[in-house]
């Protein structure tokens, strides 16, 4: 059973913009690393879990990720609205809902 390497966060960095110039098998070969390994930093950049820096988006990627951003606050938008209409709802009916249980629960009591 192999041991498992251990690489630091500059090495990954580093790793990950030289496979987006060359290649992932090529960064992969030159590096000495597994291919798997490296796919993997690579989706963890691309998700932001490795941060490899200004400029090494490509527009594609920034395009995207801006239009994630802009879906996103649109539903916190949209979801801020729904619990101002519910919290609104709850201020109406509670009254209602305290009247409704006095009454039968005075009923059942007697």
């Not at 987006?20 to 950049?45: C, F, H, M, Q, V």
């Not at 879990?49 to 951003?69: C, H, K, M, V, Y």
Request: charged share 35%; with cysteine; aromatic share 6%.
């Amino acid at each position: 059973m192999g041991t498992v390497k251990q690489y630091d966060e500059e090495f990954k960095k580093q790793a990950v913009k030289l496979a987006k110039e060359i290649g992932n098998k090529s960064a992969a070969d030159e590096l000495g690393i597994p291919k798997g390994t490296l796919g993997s930093w690579l989706r963890k950049a691309k998700t932001g879990e490795i941060d490899t820096g200004s400029g090494t988006r490509s527009p594609e990627e920034s395009l995207n990720l801006a239009q994630q951003l802009q879906a996103a606050n649109k539903r916190i938008s949209e979801q801020e609205k729904r619990i101002r209409e519910l919290e609104r709802l709850n201020e109406f009916l509670e009254p209602v809902h305290i009247g409704i249980g006095t009454r039968l629960f005075g009923r059942f009591c007697r």
